[in-house]
């Protein structure tokens, strides 16, 4: 049997661990949305075009080699380089290709292909290498903090550097791209998840934005986060407006204006989102779940879930049990 140390330099250390989830972006981004997935690398060669209707889900490219370009609905078109990268958070349907492209095709998720190489396209001109992937909205729905986020965000070396962290991880990607290795792929897929973050946390440059605004206004931004870490707490507007500093009316003003929601609908709003991922990846009862995002009853847990998700829980976690895709 292990002796008990007798002084206190022979205490056992305890080391916490970090919770990757300490903030309201880190919560929102783990809770509504899935792994990213990439297509194939493309090769294009000019003269080559590409056209992709509007889903629900964050679509992003990386110009690897040559040049495109961009056009997305209600937007001006973009010329990319080599090096630019450019999200599109929602979706919107848009266009990719050659200048000299006069026919476009339409492009659908095709199936999983486990064959070496790039794919291939176009004719027999200049070649523009892509790296092409999208991130999924859980259940295609979207977080109230990223319905203002721009219809498309271009992170270009050629037209105003990226910050350099979004540099690093750009050439990080470039280089993979380049000189393949093992498990490229999915080096690839975590180098598209740190950019993807760092394109987020750097949207305050984009003004209008209401993930922007809300995580470049100390209160709101604190009021969210409180909202998030203790989402079971029986918050009530006073509780956080005293918290943050502001009155109850000018709390309640400048919270609905920055993020498109009044608190305690956000808070609901979250609620169910979060009730939704532990509906799916645990084996909580709906009566522990309920407890866990802040409701007392179960029958007030099951009316605001299904008001808000579409669907009662206890169909929501069947999905899981039938193995349909979220």
């Not at 990439?38 to 992003?60: H, M, N, Q, Y």
């Not at 309640?252 to 509906?279: H, I, K, N, S």
């Amino acid at each position: 049997m292990p002796r008990r140390p007798n002084v206190i330099s022979k205490t056992p250390e305890l080391l916490d661990l970090q919770d990757p989830r300490g903030d309201v972006l880190a919560d929102v981004l783990s809770v509504s949305m899935l792994p990213n997935a990439l297509f194939k690398c493309i090769e294009a060669r000019s003269p080559w075009g590409l056209r992709v209707p509007t889903r629900d889900r964050a679509v992003f490219y990386l110009i690897a080699r040559g040049h495109a370009l961009l056009e997305v609905d209600g937007e001006p078109p973009r010329h990319l380089a080599t090096g630019d990268v450019v999200f599109i958070p929602h979706g919107t349907a848009h266009t990719l290709r050659d200048e000299t492209a006069r026919h476009l095709f339409t492009v659908h998720d095709g199936p999983s292909c486990a064959a070496s190489g790039p794919a291939r396209i176009g004719g027999d001109g200049a070649l523009t290498t892509l790296l092409a992937g999208f991130f999924a909205y859980t259940g295609g729905v979207k977080p109230i903090l990223l319905t203002r986020v721009p219809q498309a965000v271009v992170l270009s070396p050629s037209g105003g550097a990226p910050r350099p962290w979004s540099a690093a991880t750009i050439d990080l990607m470039l280089a993979e791209i380049a000189s393949p290795g093992p498990a490229s792929t999915l080096v690839l897929q975590r180098l598209a998840d740190v950019l993807f973050v760092q394109v987020l946390r750097d949207l305050p440059t984009h003004k209008g934005c209401g993930l922007a605004e809300a995580l470049s206004d100390p209160p709101v931004h604190h009021a969210l986060n409180l909202m998030h870490t203790r989402v079971n707490e029986p918050w009530t507007v006073a509780k956080l407006a005293a918290l943050v500093g502001l009155s109850r009316s000018g709390f309640a003003q400048r919270f609905t204006q920055v993020v498109g929601d009044p608190p305690l609908q956000y808070l609901a709003r979250w609620r169910m989102a979060r009730a939704a991922e532990l509906l799916r990846e645990t084996d909580d009862t709906i009566a522990q779940i309920a407890e866990r995002v802040g409701y007392e009853s179960v029958p007030s847990f099951s009316k605001a879930f299904k008001r808000w998700q579409g669907r009662s829980p206890t169909y929501h976690r069947g999905l899981r049990e039938m193995g349909v895709a979220w």
